[in-house]
């Protein structure tokens, strides 16, 4: 599976390009869009921001780097959409978006009442904005350390570590 590696392990853009000259990775996972700055200024054209991008100006910001290179962001809320298609298709780019599911352990769109496959539907309906996928909150994203991952109450494999018996 292809993993864009996650720039704040090392804050080093040397570092980052050995991961992806050794092909340990497609691309950098930042977590605040001023690393995918730093990255994209460095010469990085695959980024994730991984943390929402909120506000005008910041949007504004991702915006002018889609402009250069391809930028995707995770969001938790559709007006986060709106805002970002809305900038995005005035600038005449594609922001990727990746839509956070609740897989268990409480936030995101899941918990909030939305429904990921319904917002695909909807976010890939909105000009600038390019649906990517969607990724698991809080962490849950980890390989389980054992092998006895259950499924959890959604029916999705949980990813918490197995705690031992007390």
Known sequence: MPVAAHFKNHKCPTLARRQLAAGSAVGMTCAKLGEAEVLAA?????LLV???VVGRRKIERMVDLARRIQIKVAVDD???VTEIAEAASTAGVTVGVLIEVDVGWGGAACRRGGRPWIWRGWSTGCRGCGWTGSRPTKGTSSIPTT???APSSRGWPSTRPSRPAS
């Open 42 to 46: 460095h010469g990085f054209d695959n």
């Open 147 to 149: 092998s006895s991952a």
């Open 78 to 80: 559709p007006l986060q």
């Open 50 to 52: 991984a943390n929402q």
